[in-house]
T-cell receptor
Framework: KQEVTQIPAALSVPEGENLVLNCSFTDSAIYNLQWFRQDPGKGLTSLLLIQSSQREQTSGRLNASLDKSSGRSTLYIAVSQPGDSATYLC????????????FGQGTTLQVKP | EPEVTQTPSHQVTQMGQEVILRCVPI?????FYWYRQILGQKVEFLVS????????KSEIFDDQFSVERPDGSNFTLKIRSTKLEDSAMYFC??????????????FGPGTRLLVL
């Protein structure tokens, strides 16, 4: 059964720091991996999707990497800003036709001014 | 930019009552999902829907739950007889298709359901 784990559960950094959020999954048979942002009490905003054949995806200050064989993904945030404060969720799509996502518990990031 | 919408944003109901949560997916999307998030817990998959039928459901999605796409735009989740443990945020999601960036799932803002 696929399990997704995110470490750390919470992170507090001063503004301007570069930081890395980690995601690990137990079954490497995935179709893709998606990173989301969730603000308190709100929905999920898609940040990046990495296909299983890709190693990296970039969007602005965000860079996500995928090492499928070791069951790991990282989300790198460059030059963090207070507006980046949110919970970041990682979700894997197992190889199946239905497309369901299996989520980690998230990393709650606080960027202090 | 097109987005997934959900109504109502909040719903309070009594245990045993029926609730219908509504979603309008992005218009050209073909695959639809319901997820839920109990407060402080992970987002959990409930059901996927394609071509007017359920393609997969989780063990949570028992006989009390049903989904419907009554017309070309709406996608609903019905809970027939709510229980206290159904209290959660319910998210609808949709995606276009099956290759590349079309795989991205877009989520609605959620409906917070409270069962008393």
């Amino acid at each position: 059964k696929q399990e997704v784990t995110q470490i750390p559960a919470a992170l507090s950094v001063p503004e301007g720091e570069n930081l890395v959020l980690n995601c690990s999954f137990t079954d490497s048979a995935i179709y893709n991996l998606q990173w989301f942002r969730q603000d308190p009490g709100k929905g999920l905003t898609s940040l990046l999707l990495i296909q299983s054949s890709q190693r990296e995806q970039t969007s602005g200050r965000l860079n996500a990497s995928l090492d499928k064989s070791s069951g790991r993904s990282t989300l790198y945030i460059a030059v963090s800003q207070p507006g980046d404060s949110a919970t970041y969720l990682c979700a894997v799509r197992p190889i199946s036709n239905t497309g369901k996502l299996i989520f980690g518990q998230g990393t709650t990031l606080q960027v202090k001014p | 930019e097109p987005e997934v919408t959900q109504t109502p944003s909040h719903q309070v109901t009594q245990m045993g009552q029926e609730v219908i949560l509504r979603c309008v997916p992005i218009s050209n999307h073909l695959y639809f999902y319901w997820y839920r998030q109990i407060l402080g817990q992970k987002v959990e998959f409930l059901v996927s829907f394609y071509n007017n039928e359920i393609s997969e459901k989780s063990e949570i999605f028992d006989d009390q739950f049903s989904v419907e796409r009554p017309d070309g735009s709406n996608f609903t989740l019905k809970i027939r007889s709510t229980k206290l443990e159904d209290s959660a945020m319910y998210f609808c999601a949709s995606r276009v298709g099956t290759s590349g960036s079309q795989e991205t799932q877009y989520f609605g803002p959620g409906t917070r359901l409270l069962v008393l």
